[in-house]
């Protein structure tokens, strides 16, 4: 709403600002599209209004409530990896058993490049956008097993 639309006399007052509040309000405006005036008289009005708080809590409460639930969906994807990651290592330590000196040499380079693509098939995953998480979700039974 411009000045000229207003209905009524206008008042013309002085104030002192710091200029970087000045810079501020000079490139809100002209991003605006509003004269300097008409921004100054919106601020105004919005903090004196006497729904501002109110207005402003709420909106901070929404926002506040959305980063709740981002943070348990945090926690919930995280429990999940730890716990699929607990269980696999409980496995592989259970069901490995000591392998002898001989043919070590091999062992670490087939285990080297195991690592390899293992990292190369994550990166695939986290690029493509796929979860662990979103799986065991999506299918709490788990895959169907052969009988």
Do not use: C, H
């Not at 926690?75 to 002898?100: C, H, K, M, Q, Y």
């Not at 956008?129 to 169907?144: C, K, Y």
């Amino acid at each position: 709403m411009t000045a000229r639309r207003l209905k009524g006399p206008l008042v013309q007052t002085k104030v002192f600002l710091p200029p970087e509040l000045v810079r501020a309000m000079d490139e809100r405006a002209r991003r605006l599209g509003l004269a300097k005036s008409e921004l100054a008289r919106m601020a105004i009005a919005t903090w004196l209004s006497p729904d501002g708080p109110e207005q402003l809590e709420a909106a901070l409460a929404r926002r506040l409530d959305r980063m709740g639930r981002v943070l348990e969906r945090l926690e919930r994807d995280v429990g999940i990896s730890n716990e699929a990651l607990g269980l696999f290592v409980r496995a592989w330590l259970t069901a490995t058993p000591p392998l002898p000196e001989a043919g070590r040499a091999a062992r670490e380079d087939k285990g080297r490049e195991r690592y390899a693509g293992f990292i190369a098939a994550l990166g695939r995953r986290v690029s493509a956008g796929r979860t662990l998480a979103a799986e065991v979700l999506s299918d709490p039974e788990g895959p169907a097993r052969p009988d």
